[in-house]
């Protein structure tokens, strides 16, 4: 009844193209279940005799519920659990355990059952695949995160894991998990179903429009734009990025045809997913810029797209990252703590809500004494006759600073 409540709650809510709200990504994130205890309801064995062990059902449906919690941040429709899938990644999580180490195309261990082994490389070839040097109750829920997000300077030329966990054409998909003899784990994530052909969809953007949790998206991390080949003539596109934060004074530009920009840029037209796809990673180096957080406003536009049908286009869309948790006030700070005015004149003052990315940055500024000076919701100060006052400001939070103002 939770799951079900859950994928509710995800189809209902408004799609990741519209400006959904923070409050909707909170909601959407917090309706998650995270289970404590072993992830395993029958242990693996990764010696001969292999055994392929079992997840628990709890473990198998948060990671799908996961998966479409992040799916539905892209506008994709959610996927199913399925048990053939599931079938085959745990035994390729035992197969790559085995052998310790990662290969889509897995040799055979000679002490290995050969069927073992057939429905093991049905999942190493066809899944999603990584190897963590630790090992946690969270651990598969944790493999879904890093492919999506595809972390890694070999993963960034084409950004294959997240285009197969984002592929609006897939329907199911499975899960696996085992511990090699030295302590690696490996997780499995079915990735090449293409159970649902006829889905509709334009493109598929990561960090995506609206609201979009910046705990999801790092400095190194880069964008992604996946684009339907049915509308999208990629190969023929002589696509330029053009990525800007305008509170921040951040301008970045990419030609991801020729691989130069402000930072790594590439068009790969690799059969990865359901499209060819826009990467492209901002260099931050010397900005000043330290991650991406809460009240961020990102644009993004893409000029020199070419459609199918050999016209012309451009795509934009705006990012506003938010945080998957309330973020209180902590502090106010006033630009001026004290100044001297005579009658008429007037002082633009700032106040800074610390941290910048709390929910709530509005402030409050009212006078002591208006008789001597003045002060609007702006801030802006206004001396009126001599004397002493002092100008406050107060946040949301209800913590206040003070410039003293003397009029002479």
């Given at each position: 009844?939770k799951r ?10 408004p ?5 959904r ?8 994130y917090?309706a ?17 005799p ?7 059902d ?6 799908a ?8 941040l ?25 052998l ?13 059952d ?9 999942g190493?070839?066809?899944?999603n ?6 090992m ?5 829920r ?19 894991h ?8 897939m329907?199911?998909t ?10 690696m ?9 293409l159970?649902n052909p006829d ?20 400095d ?5 734009t996946?684009l339907?080949?049915r ?20 301008t970045f ?5 020729s ?10 037209l ?17 900005t ?9 406003r990102?644009?993004?536009?893409l000029?020199?797209?070419?459609r199918?049908?050999g ?5 934009e ?12 006030a902590?502090?106010i ?12 004149e ?24 208006p ?12 001396a ?5 006052c002092?100008?406050l ?12 103002v003397?009029?002479?």
């Amino acid at each position: 009844m939770k799951r079900i409540l859950i994928l509710l709650l995800i189809l209902l809510l408004p799609a990741a193209c519209a400006e959904r709200t923070r409050e909707e990504v909170r909601a959407a994130y917090h309706a998650l279940t995270f289970s404590e205890g072993s992830p395993y309801a029958e242990l693996p064995a990764v010696t001969a005799p292999y055994e392929a062990g079992a997840l628990t059902d709890s473990v198998r449906t948060e990671a799908a519920d996961y998966l479409n919690f992040l799916r539905w941040l892209a506008g994709v429709e959610p996927v199913s659990d399925s048990a053939i899938y599931d079938y085959q990644c745990q035994r390729a999580a035992v197969l790559l355990a085995a052998l310790d180490y990662v290969d889509h195309n897995a040799p055979m261990p000679e002490d290995m059952d050969v069927n073992f082994y057939d429905a093991a490389h049905l999942g190493t070839s066809s899944g999603n695949i990584a190897r963590f040097n630790w090992m946690r109750d969270s651990i598969v829920r944790e493999g879904v995160a890093y492919f999506v997000r595809d972390d890694g300077e070999a993963n960034l030329p084409m950004l294959g894991h997240r285009r197969w966990a984002l592929d609006p054409l897939m329907a199911a998909t499975g899960f696996g998990l085992a511990n090699a003899e030295s302590g690696m784990s490996y997780v499995v994530m079915y990735a090449h179903d293409l159970g649902n052909p006829d889905a509709q969809w334009d493109s598929v953007l990561w960090p995506s429009p609206g609201a979009f949790p910046a705990e999801l998206m790092h400095d190194h991390l880069a964008w992604s734009t996946v684009l339907n080949p049915r509308e999208y003539d990629l190969a023929a596109s002589p696509v330029t990025v053009t990525l800007t934060e305008p509170a921040l004074g951040l301008t970045f530009r990419f030609d991801p045809v020729s691989g130069s920009g402000d930072g790594f840029c590439a068009l790969n037209l690799e059969p990865y997913g359901a499209g060819g796809c826009v990467i492209f990673r901002p260099d931050f180096t010397g900005t000043g810029f330290t991650d991406y957080q809460q009240n961020q406003r990102w644009r993004v536009r893409l000029d020199g797209l070419t459609r199918a049908d050999g016209s012309e286009t451009h795509l934009e869309y705006e990012v506003d990252m938010v945080s998957l948790f309330v973020q209180d006030a902590v502090n106010i700070e006033i630009s001026q703590l004290e100044a001297a005015l005579r009658p008429g004149e007037t002082l633009a003052l700032d106040a800074d809500v610390i941290p910048a990315y709390a929910d709530d940055l509005s402030v409050a500024w009212t006078s002591t004494d208006p008789a001597v000076a003045t002060v609007d919701q702006r801030g802006s100060v206004a001396a009126v006759s001599p004397g002493v006052c002092q100008i406050l400001c107060r946040d949301a939070a209800g913590h206040e600073d003070a410039c003293a103002v003397t009029v002479e």
